[in-house]
C-alpha cells in the first residue's frame, strides 16, 4: 500500500503542480527574452502599449481566484502605467491564515494570471481564429493529449491561409498582448509558494485516508489529476507558441537590422579610405 501511495501521491505533484510551473517559467523566459531582443526603448513602448489589455487580465486572473478563496480585496490597480516602480498594476488582499482553503487559495491566485490569461486566450481564439474548428482541447487523460493538442493549435494558427484573414490579425493582436503580461511578478511567486505547501500537505493525507480506504480510490485522483493537466496545460500552450514565435521574429529582426547596420558601417569605412 505504501509504494502505491508515494507513486500516486508523486504523479499527482507532478501533474497538478509541476507541469503547470513548468510551463509558467517557460512563459516566464519567454517573455524576457523577447523584451531583452526589442532593447531598452522599443521594449518599454510595447510593454506599456500591450499592458492596456495584458495588465487588467493578468490582474483579474489575481481577483478571481481571490474571489473564488473568498480572500477579502483590499485594491485593485488595474493598469497605471506612470508607476514610480514600474509596476503597470497589482492586487492586495487578506486572509484567514486559521483557513486551510482560503491557504491554499494563496496557490491559485499567485498562478491566476497564467490560468485566467491562458483560459482568455482560448476564448478569442474561438472568437477570431478562422479554422478555431481545428483544434481540439482535452478530450481525455493521456500524455498523447499534450502532443495532439499542441501540435492542432500550432496548425490551427500559423496556417499560412489565415495572413489574408483581418480576424487571424485581430486574435494575434489581442492574444499576443496578453501573453506578453502573463509572468509572475516575486510576490505572485511568493504568495503561490506559500499555499503550495497547503496543497502537498493535503494531497498527502487524502491519499493516504483514500489508501486505507481502497487503494483504486488513489489512482481515481491521480487520473482526475492528469485529466485536469491535460486541459490546463492545453490552454497555456496556446501562450507558450505565441511567445516563442514572437522571440523567433523579433529575434530575425534583431539579426537583420544587425546586418543591415554591419554592412553600411562597413561601406562608410571603404568610402573614407578612398
Not at 104 to 115: D, K, Q, R, S
Not at 137 to 147: H, I, K, Q
Not at 167 to 180: E, K, N, P, T
Request: hydrophobic share 55%; aromatic share 14%.
Amino acid at each position: 500500500m505504501l509504494r502505491e501511495l508515494l507513486e500516486n501521491f508523486a504523479l499527482q505533484v507532478v501533474f497538478f503542480i509541476g507541469i503547470i510551473a513548468g510551463l509558467g517559467l517557460v512563459i516566464w523566459r519567454l517573455n524576457k527574452t523577447f523584451y531583452k531582443l526589442l532593447g531598452g526603448k522599443v521594449g518599454r513602448r510595447v510593454f506599456l502599449t500591450t499592458g492596456v489589455l495584458g495588465t487588467p487580465i493578468h490582474e483579474f486572473g489575481h481577483v478571481f481566484f481571490c474571489v473564488l478563496f473568498r480572500h477579502k480585496i483590499k485594491e485593485v490597480k488595474w493598469f497605471r502605467p506612470n508607476s514610480a516602480d514600474g509596476t503597470l498594476g497589482y492586487v492586495l488582499h487578506v486572509y484567514n491564515k486559521n483557513s486551510i482553503y482560503q491557504q491554499i487559495g494563496n496557490f491559485f491566485i499567485g498562478l491566476g494570471p497564467l490560468l485566467f490569461g491562458s483560459a482568455a486566450i482560448v476564448g478569442l481564439l474561438y472568437i477570431f481564429l478562422p479554422n478555431a474548428s481545428d483544434v481540439s482541447f482535452g478530450g481525455g487523460a493521456s500524455v498523447e493529449l499534450y502532443f495532439e493538442t499542441l501540435w492542432s493549435v500550432f496548425l490551427a494558427i500559423f496556417d499560412i491561409n489565415n495572413l489574408s484573414n483581418i480576424m487571424w490579425w485581430i486574435f494575434v493582436i489581442l492574444a499576443g498582448s496578453i501573453s506578453m503580461h502573463m509572468d509572475l511578478s516575486v510576490a505572485d511567486i511568493r504568495g503561490s509558494a506559500r499555499g503550495l505547501w497547503y496543497i502537498v500537505a493535503v494531497l498527502l493525507v487524502v491519499n493516504l485516508v483514500l489508501c486505507i480506504i481502497d487503494v483504486a480510490l488513489s489512482a481515481a485522483v491521480t487520473r482526475g489529476c492528469l485529466w485536469l493537466s491535460v486541459w490546463v496545460v492545453s490552454f497555456m500552450a496556446v501562450a507558450v507558441l505565441l511567445l516563442a514565435v514572437l522571440v523567433l521574429i523579433s529575434a530575425l529582426v534583431r539579426w537583420i537590422g544587425h546586418k543591415i547596420f554591419k554592412e553600411k558601417t562597413s561601406g562608410e569605412k571603404i568610402r573614407a579610405q578612398y
